[in-house]
């Protein structure tokens, strides 16, 4: 039986109420971190979740020392949407060991750094594409939606290269994907119709890759589905479906926010961007920096199997923890003056894309696009700006986990 917390009704310290996310800032939730992570690095919340703030106490649950687990699948998901459920029932992020190990080991073999190398010519191509198309949106309307034209595509065109999906299908895979964001539990802007839209696009791409698993010869084709057919003995079809479908979604809606709010990050310090373009900075470790300065992620969760103590305060076997990404990357206990961008910096150890087993596996492919993609942005649009034409030139998505602009409208010179 799960230990009981006995302090589940008490507010936060110092005064602070309980965190609730809801109540973050989703433009600038940092100052509202750094209230927390300074009272306290370890929050209960009212419905018995561990709030974790500070660096070393993230670190600590996701160095996999003590028995972490990422839980079960969210029993949010409705009755009536069996594929979803199905679908998401199959990520990978969702699998503890041993599953989880086989998944991610067969994953990973298009995600190393050979691999990502390998494919950076046809990242750059793509990305110089869109880049041009937005140019040429800016030169006819005086204003463009980077987000639209250029953050939210790039990854969706990048991975359906590598899962081998033709070019004719990839405006259908970025809809599908974006459909399937509306299922996001952390999306308190979601749609009423929002659980049926990400159900039909989980049935289409269910249908669509069993299709494809199901395809003659196509274990000899030298893409991701090819690998996993020829490497993935033992693992169901449904897990074959879910792992595609899952390295659709997790590799667009992240990629898309990390162009976007690394953009948005270097507009607000121009010296750093000058310097960027400078190339007196290496483009890889400025990226990382822009990782550690916004995540595009910015909480994740783990049960503990056992009890543990953080920070001086148990948490007992069985509870929920909620790891503040973001906070963890702006502790000035780790990283000095945390709150300034600075594309020099030594980013050891940000929490960006984790840590542990379950490290972002895409993380080397996540790091070329940004690379590659701010460079072909830079190269032809030199001196990008927020747009003054609009009214509402940039909106944030209502999301504090998958966090990041829905729209960013940019101007030339």
């Given at each position: 039986m799960n230990e009981r917390p006995?302090?589940?009704?008490?507010?936060?310290?110092?005064?602070?109420?309980?965190?609730?996310?809801?109540?973050v800032p989703v433009t600038d939730p940092y100052?509202?971190?750094?209230?927390?992570?300074?009272?306290a690095p370890v929050h209960l919340a009212a419905?018995?979740?561990?709030?974790?703030?500070?660096?070393?106490?993230?670190?600590q649950v996701l160095s996999g020392r003590r028995d972490y687990v990422r839980g079960p699948v969210p029993a949010r998901i409705p009755q009536d949407c069996p594929h979803l459920s199905r679908t998401v029932a199959n990520w990978?992020?969702?699998?503890?060991?041993?599953?989880?190990?086989?998944?991610?080991?067969?994953?990973?073999?298009?995600?190393?750094?050979?691999?990502?190398?390998?494919?950076?010519?046809?990242?750059?191509?793509?990305?110089?594409r869109l880049a041009e198309q937005l140019a040429d949106t800016l030169a006819g309307h005086?204003?463009?939606?980077l987000v639209a034209g250029f953050a939210a595509p790039l990854p969706v065109l990048v991975i359906s290269e590598l899962l081998g999906v033709p070019e004719r299908d990839r405006d259908w895979f970025r809809a599908r994907a974006l459909d399937l964001e509306q299922a996001t539990s952390s999306r308190t802007g979601r749609r009423a119709d929002g659980f049926a839209l990400a159900e039909a696009a989980a049935g289409e791409l269910d249908a669509y890759f069993r299709a494809e698993l199901r395809r003659?010869?196509?274990?000899?084709?030298?893409?991701?589905?090819?690998?996993?057919?020829?490497?993935g003995a033992g693992l169901s079809e449904d897990t074959l479906v879910g792992t595609c479908v899952h390295l659709l979604t997790a590799g667009h809606e992240t990629t898309t926010?990390?162009?976007?709010?690394?953009?948005?990050?270097?507009?607000?310090?121009p010296g750093q961007l000058a310097a960027l373009r400078s190339g007196l900075l290496p483009p890889a470790a400025a990226v990382e920096e822009l990782v550690r300065y916004d995540p595009p992620v910015q909480m994740i969760t783990r049960r503990a199997r056992e009890r543990d103590v953080l920070a001086g305060r148990t948490i007992p076997a069985g509870s929920k923890l909620v790891l503040v990404l973001g906070s963890a990357n702006r502790d000035p206990a780790h990283f000095p003056h945390p709150d300034r961008l600075d594309l020099a910096r030594d980013t050891h150890r940000h929490c960006g894309f984790g840590t542990g087993i379950h490290y972002c596996v895409g993380a080397p492919l996540a790091r070329a696009e940004a690379e590659l993609g701010l460079a072909a942005l830079l190269a032809r649009i030199p001196r990008p700006a927020l747009s003054t034409r609009s009214a509402e030139p940039l909106r944030y998505a209502r999301d504090l986990v998958f966090h990041g602009p829905s729209r960013l409208m940019l101007q030339g010179d």
């Open positions: 006995s302090d589940a009704a008490a507010p936060g310290p110092a005064g602070l109420p309980g965190f609730t996310p809801a109540e100052p509202h971190y750094h209230r927390y992570r300074t009272a419905d018995g979740s561990y709030y974790v703030f500070g660096h070393a106490e993230v670190a990978m992020v969702f699998m503890d060991p041993p599953e989880h190990t086989r998944v991610r080991a067969l994953v990973s073999r298009s995600f190393t750094p050979r691999t990502v190398q390998a494919l950076r010519p046809r990242i750059r191509r793509i990305a110089a005086g204003e463009a939606d003659p010869g196509r274990a000899d084709r030298g893409d991701l589905i090819g690998l996993m057919l020829r490497h926010n990390l162009l976007a709010k690394g953009l948005l990050a270097l507009l607000a310090h």
